[in-house]
């Protein structure tokens, strides 16, 4: 049974239940914690719901920690954070939402500070912070601290003690008075110190309560106390102690059964009452202080009803959504999303509507609603979903064909209706169902056009005009004679196309004509029409021309919906804006337009329900989730009333709705990660796991460098569509940008590198109301042991060490070598040095000291002297290369320059050297020094002796340790060409390829001889 809350507004509920997760069909208990989660009690596990799937809770004997029972009676979240359960049979447990574990606290027969009775019927935590425990078998006041609990039981010979046992309800009223319901009557704490009961029960005074078994108690917006029993809801008088009754009397504004068994107090101050059998019933209160009920039960043909008649439990989330535990599974409803109604064609049904493709609406000045459809014509005289039928073999209610493609009537010619067809335009007398019908011959020239009638419209003027797939046809309805206008080729000023969709008149007189190609104004003074196009080239143009539906708004602005967007023409400039999908239109086809009193246009399109604001040129976009027929909507299906209804038709229904009570759902949902994967395997809380606590309250998860291949799961915690909630994710340090994952909501990721990173998430709600806080969590993947800082410390540590011992090994070696080199020296100099200038000096004394000069002894002595000095200048050149003194670039030129220095002089040739003493920190090898010494001492002596020259320079250049050594001479140089007799040039070549140098000799009889070696050092 569907009810009306208010002009609109249906109800309609979803059902949530066994074969979408749910436990058990039996629900008796909901809550929600502080996170956000919902949970279910029922009589085969405790349900935790994140909206998208269930985690279940039940007994596991082979574990300490899991719930003590299945069957789940009650729940409640204390401050603490902690959530309690009671069970039917496994007494009280506590859920630590930290370690997901639970705690058991069952009767002990020796211990009186033990919980009563194993059977808990009902908890409560009340403003003071006493937990209050209702058992089969006493009240008791639970010690959280102390872990005990306080008994207070029935004592047959005290009058201030409870009145029974069995404890069903607790509840705390605005005054902070505490209330308990029991199977012998409701009793009422007046005193804590001691413990003081007041009770009342059912008498045969009618001013008594209905029955002693009390189920349920709430308190109403004005402070009413209703108490629910077996048999009656109950109101109790505070003023005079007295309490009213209200019982089932076979009226449908009674309570729907005696049976009450629960009670809400939504957000709105509404109180519902669940019953057991007459399923949900509404309190209204009206003007007079006296109350009515609306039913809601459960419906065998309508999915839409509830889902069964025994009301369990009723609760409200904190995203608006009303949850109804039933015996059948969950009842939801939420008045946020249906935002729209829906007529649409029932099965066996053969008052409902003909056809779910709608293709006309319209509302005559009796009231009634037509709806056009492929299969007939609709009539309905009421609200509810009945309709009387007209089609084509029904001769009582005749229409000439059944495809209804427009229903109009004309203002000034109340009670006849117009209808088109794909079978010609029908007149019907609405009050006596008389038909005449107009249709398309090729014999009359004052037929109609086309039988394919799409459009109707009386001017201002009170002229007919219809719309055609041949064209328009004005109709003077005094004759009946018709006016054709078509498509005329050869006439720019004639109609643009003869497919035409809409017609609608301006301000001025105008009509505005929407064809399949183009728009066209039509002068009816001159009887010309000016045509409208796409110009590529202008984007202010018409946005296409393709055109299925006209509306000139109040600001005298025409709105053209096309197979391209919204186009505005501004019919006082004559300029376009146009509007499609990057502009936030959920198609780029609009088929429908209608205005609200709000400046707002409703637009129908192929892909929902578009709401313009026309001020801050926003689109707002509803979808199947809220409640629409489908996301194909018909093209001029569209229409509003009078009273400010609209109605927009599709290919699954009629939707209908009143603009301001389509309620965007506000609320902000909370966003939490439900799960953690590595490797596609969830990771358990556990001592060995990466995981110490519950995913939603963990801010921190170390993995191992091993573990880099790790997933989210992600929930917003908003019950109105869960499928509709939107995401956005990134991970800081991989991800640059949020990742929009629209309804998905899990994220991967693959080797990702050692580091520290935080994963975020945000989410909207079904109505794109964002939560830009999200959740987060940091994610710390530590590196192989040989990437970790200590080992790296370490290795650098011995790496330094041994680099350390190797560079003290060789340096001592080095200098070991180096001492050598000088003791080397010192022994050629100072021992075969001096022994050969000995050899020298003597043979010189011999040879001077013969007295004859033809002595054949005095020309070997000579010759030994020559010798020896040659040895010496031979042993000169190696004590100098040998010395690690020496090694410097600086000695080497200092050492040419000591070596030619007199020979030069001699010679009469000046040298020249460049400024080289900044080449004295330049070390050679002992190696690439003899060559470069060699190599020019040759260079050298080749200018002394063969060049003549008088100038010798020699220019040294060192860059980037590349060095340039040039010797110039100005003397007479040589053909290269030529074959030189000598291997001087030979040996120059060879040893700057030994040390991998460059050499280039260039020398010419004019200009003398260059010699350049290049080699780095």
Known sequence: MLTSFSKGEEVKFERVSVDKGLSHSSVFAIHQDSKGFLWFGTQNGLNKYDGYEFKIYRNDPDYLGSISHNTIFSITEIKSGEILIGTLGGGLNIFNPVTESFTHFVNDENNPMSISNNNVRCIMEDSEGTIWVGTDNGLNVFNLAEKNFTQFLHNPSDSSSISDNNIWSIYEDSKNTMWIGTYNGLNKIVSKNPFCFKQYNSTNNKNSLSHNYIWAICEDADNNLWVGSDNGLNIYNRNNDNFTRFFNNNNPNSLSHNKVWSFLKDENQDL???????????????????????????????????????????????????????????????????????????????????????????????????IGTRDGLNKSTSHVNSFIHFNSSNKRHAISNNFIRTIYEAPSQKGILWIGTNGGLNKLDIKTNRLEVYSESSTDSNSLSSNNVTCILEDSEENLWIGSLGGINLLDRKTNSITKFLLDIKNNNSLSNNYVFSIVEDSSGYLWIGTSNGLNKFDRDNKKFTRYFVDRNNSNSLLNNFISDLYVDKENNLWIGTNGGLSKLNLSSNEFNNYFGKDGLPSN????????????????????????????????????????????????????????????????????????????????????????????????????????????????????????YFSFIFAALHFSSPQENKYKYKLIGIDGNWIES?????????????????????????DGVWNNEGSSIRIIITPPFWKTWWFILLSLTSIIGLTFTFVHYRTKNLLAIERLRIEIAEDLHDDIGTRLTEISMLSDMVYHTKSSCDDPTKKTIKSIGGIARQLI???????????????????????????????????????????????????????????????????????????????????THLKSRILEITLYDNGNGFDLDKKSSGNGLQNMYHRSEIINGELRISSSETSGTMVQFRGRI
Request: glycine residues 6%.
């Open 272 to 370: 519902w009452i669940g019953t057991l059998g007459g399923g949900l019933n509404k309190l209204v209160n009206h003007k007079d202080k006296s109350f009515s009920f609306q039913n809601f039960k459960s419906d065998l043909n309508n999915p839409n009803s509830l889902s069964h008649n025994y009301v369990w439990s009723l609760f409200q989330d904190r995203s608006g959504v009303l949850w109804i535990g039933t015996d059948v599974g969950l009842s939801k409803y939420d008045r946020t999303k249906f935002k729209f109604n829906l007529l649409k064609h029932i099965p066996n049904n053969e008052n409902s509507l003909s056809n779910n493709e709608v293709t006309s609406i319209f509302k005559d000045s009796f009231n009634n609603l037509w």
């Open 589 to 708: 086809a609009v088929v429908g337009i209608e205005e609200d009193e709000n400046n707002h246009l409703w637009l129908s399109t192929n892909n929902g329900i578009s709401k313009f604001d026309k001020t801050n040129l926003s689109f707002e976009n509803f979808s199947i989730g809220d409640g629409i027929q489908s996301n194909q909507f018909t093209g001029g299906a569209s229409y509003k009333s009078e009273n400010r209804q609209m109605f927009f038709g599709g290919i699954n229904g009629l939707n209908s709705f009143y603009p301001s009570d389509v309620i965007k759902n506000t609320i902000i949902p909370p966003v939490v990660i439900t799960d953690f994967l590595v490797q596609n395997k969830s990771i358990k809380l556990g001592d060995n796991s990466p995981l110490h606590k519950s995913i939603s309250l963990t801010k921190e998860i170390k993995l191992s460098y091993e573990q880099n």
């Open 742 to 766: 629209g309804g998905r909501r899990f994220a991967n990721y693959t080797n990702i590198d050692p580091g520290e990173y935080v994963f975020k998430v945000i989410a909207s709600n079904n």
């Open 873 to 955: 200048d031979n042993m000169s050149d190696i004590v100098w290369l040998i010395n690690p003194k020496r090694d410097s670039l600086y000695e080497l030129f200092l050492k040419l320059k000591d070596t030619y220095e007199d020979m030069l002089s001699h010679s009469n040739i000046y040298l020249y050297i460049n400024d080289f003493e900044f080449l004295s920190g330049i070390r050679l090898p002992m190696e690439y020094r003899k060559h470069v010494y060699l190599l020019f001492k040759e260079a050298l002596n080749n200018s002394i002796k063969h060049s003549k020259c008088s100038e010798i320079s020699i220019n």
